[in-house]
């Protein structure tokens, strides 16, 4: 249900909201959030394992432009 949700989401999010981009913050190590945003053809920006003001702790950043 996640992947159909966010299938949903990337074309309003270019379309209607006039976004440039999305940005996924997804917990290291969780793998179905990880196989969601590989679904949805995002691509790895960057990963922390400190505080980083994009995300938390531990965290990967990714992006679908």
């Given at each position: 249900?996640?992947?159909?949700?966010?299938?949903?989401?990337?074309?309003?999010?270019?379309?209607e909201c006039r976004l440039e981009?999305?940005?996924?913050i997804v917990q290291i190590g969780?793998?179905?959030?990880?196989?969601?945003?590989?679904?949805?053809?995002?691509?790895?920006?960057?990963?922390?394992?400190?505080?980083?003001?994009?995300?938390?702790?531990?965290?990967?950043?990714?992006?679908?432009e």
């Amino acid at each position: 249900m996640a992947t159909e949700a966010a299938r949903a989401t990337v074309p309003f999010a270019f379309r209607e909201c006039r976004l440039e981009r999305l940005i996924s913050i997804v917990q290291i190590g969780n793998d179905a959030s990880e196989r969601v945003v590989a679904r949805l053809g995002m691509r790895l920006f960057s990963a922390t394992s400190s505080r980083a003001p994009i995300g938390p702790s531990g965290s990967m950043s990714c992006r679908h432009e």
